[in-house]
Every structure is written in structure tokens, then in C-alpha cells.
């Protein structure tokens, strides 16, 4: 499966299938090599169009004591540098998704992200590379059933998305100016410290999960930032 051509695919877009709409936690990532990787942190929240996405390691050490990039020694900066979070457009068939990143907080080499889906039973499903030989396990934790809204813009700069579920939200805002390179993402954080303007340009992308509360308070509980 994980030499299938992406060219015998016939990806659709347009409305995206209920199976796949909802907030999403993964239980399992089992890596090609072999390695099982529980303690990640990933939300895949999915509207009828567009997706985020979060992965924050388990292991992050706490940063609540900065207040800009420049406060984070080493440590933290690598800490930041490990984390993954996109936003995009969902490409789909009935046995498999095309996740199409419109912002990326660490763009990764590689083929693009495209796995074949199975629903194991209700609200469990099953993601296999179509590409890479990983296998990861979903959960379900809201369905489309609650009130699903989704928007998207410009400012002349970057792009924003937000999407919500019920009293579930997700963030994604660019960065500015531009994307860094996917094959020296690490190395060039390290290479910025002390440069405040340098840290931001690499880092300054914020994928964020949080809870709309009673009063109608929008509270962030996981960011990249």
C-alpha cells in the first residue's frame, strides 16, 4: 500500500463525507520503523471543508513563563521546533484523505499527506500511509451532530482559519512572511537565538485547540505558540 502512485487516485473535493467530519483525537502513531508513540498530543478537527490540526509532544516542556520567543532559552526554542500543526483543505475518496496544507507551522520533506481510511467500528478509524508505512489510530470525541462553522481570510499578509464544533474551536494563522524551509526547520531555530526578529519569522505561526465556555469565552487549552 505504501507505493501506491498518488496519480491511480481520484481525489474529490467538495463536501466532505460525515464518516470524516468531527473532532478527532489519535490514540496510537506507529511509525514505520516500528516505533509506537502514545503520549503526542493530536487534535484533527474536520468540517465539512476544511481541517487543523495540532501535534504538540508529549514530553514539551512548560513554557507558560515566557511572554515572547526571545525568553525561551535553547531548551524551550527545541521544544517549539518538534511541533507540527497545519490547516487546509480536505481532498477525499471513500477509502482514503489528502490532507492539503494551506498553513503549516513545520513543513516536512517528503511525499505528500495522503493515507487510506478504515472505520474499524463507530467513531474509530484506522489511517494507514499511502506513502509511508506509519499506521495511525483515531478516535472520535464530537461528532457533526453539534452546530459545525468554518471561516477563512486574508490581510493582505497571511491567512487565517478558524474552525468550531459545538463549544470546540480550532485556530491556524500563518506566519509572515513565508514558510521556512522544510529541511532545516530545527537547525535554523537554533540558529536564531538572540534574534527576536529571526525567532518570530520561524515560529510566530500559532495552530491552536481550546473550548468555547459558558459565558462565551474562547479559551485556548493547546497552542503552538
Same mark, same amino acid.
Given at each position: 500500500?505504501?507505493?501506491?502512485?498518488?496519480?491511480?487516485i481520484?481525489?474529490?473535493?467538495?463536501?466532505?463525507?460525515?464518516r470524516? /467530519? !468531527?473532532?478527532w +483525537?489519535?490514540?496510537?502513531?506507529?511509525?514505520?520503523?516500528?516505533?509506537? =508513540? %502514545? *503520549?503526542?498530543?493530536?487534535? &484533527?478537527?474536520?468540517?465539512?471543508?476544511?481541517?487543523?490540526?495540532?501535534?504538540?509532544?508529549?514530553?514539551r516542556?512548560?513554557?507558560?513563563?515566557?511572554t515572547?520567543?526571545?525568553?525561551?532559552?535553547?531548551?524551550?526554542?527545541?521544544?517549539?521546533?518538534?511541533?507540527?500543526?497545519?490547516?487546509?483543505?480536505?481532498?477525499?475518496?471513500d477509502?482514503?484523505?489528502a490532507?492539503?496544507?494551506?498553513?503549516?507551522?513545520?513543513?516536512?520533506?517528503?511525499?505528500?499527506?495522503?493515507?487510506?481510511?478504515?472505520?474499524?467500528?463507530?467513531?474509530?478509524?484506522?489511517? /494507514? !500511509?499511502?506513502? +509511508?508505512?506509519?499506521l495511525?489510530?483515531?478516535?472520535?470525541?464530537?461528532? =457533526? %451532530? *453539534?452546530?459545525?462553522?468554518? &471561516?477563512?481570510?486574508?490581510?493582505?499578509?497571511?491567512?487565517?482559519?478558524?474552525?468550531?464544533?459545538?463549544?470546540?474551536?480550532?485556530?491556524a494563522?500563518?506566519?509572515?512572511?513565508?514558510?521556512p524551509?522544510?529541511?532545516?526547520?530545527?537547525?535554523?531555530?537554533?540558529?536564531?537565538?538572540?534574534?527576536?526578529?529571526?525567532?518570530?519569522?520561524?515560529?510566530?505561526?500559532?495552530?491552536?485547540?481550546?473550548?468555547?465556555?459558558?459565558?462565551?469565552?474562547?479559551r485556548?487549552?493547546?497552542?503552538?505558540?
Open positions: 500500500m505504501s507505493d501506491t502512485p498518488r496519480t491511480t481520484d481525489w474529490r473535493q467538495g463536501p466532505v463525507p460525515d470524516y /467530519r !468531527g473532532l +483525537r489519535r490514540r496510537l502513531l506507529i511509525d514505520e520503523d516500528g516505533s509506537r =508513540d %502514545a *503520549d503526542t498530543i493530536v487534535w &484533527w478537527l474536520q468540517t465539512g471543508q476544511l481541517f487543523a490540526d495540532i501535534r504538540l509532544p508529549g514530553d516542556a512548560a513554557l507558560a513563563g515566557a515572547c520567543f526571545a525568553d525561551l532559552d535553547a531548551t524551550g526554542l527545541s521544544c517549539l521546533a518538534r511541533q507540527e500543526g497545519f490547516a487546509g483543505i480536505l481532498e477525499w475518496t477509502a482514503a484523505c490532507w492539503r496544507r494551506k498553513i503549516d507551522f513545520r513543513p516536512l520533506p517528503g511525499p505528500p499527506d495522503e493515507g487510506w481510511m478504515e472505520e474499524t467500528k463507530p467513531g474509530q478509524m484506522i489511517e /494507514r !500511509g499511502i506513502h +509511508r508505512g506509519y495511525e489510530e483515531w478516535v472520535q470525541s464530537a461528532s =457533526d %451532530a *453539534d452546530v459545525m462553522q468554518e &471561516w477563512i481570510w486574508h490581510d493582505g499578509w497571511n491567512g487565517a482559519t478558524v474552525l468550531r464544533l459545538g463549544d470546540v474551536f480550532m485556530l494563522e500563518d506566519r509572515r512572511p513565508s514558510p524551509e522544510a529541511n532545516s526547520f530545527e537547525g535554523d531555530v537554533q540558529a536564531a537565538i538572540g534574534n527576536e526578529a529571526a525567532l518570530s519569522a520561524l515560529l510566530d505561526c500559532e495552530i491552536s485547540y481550546g473550548h468555547v465556555e459558558a459565558d462565551g469565552s474562547w485556548i487549552a493547546h497552542s503552538t505558540i
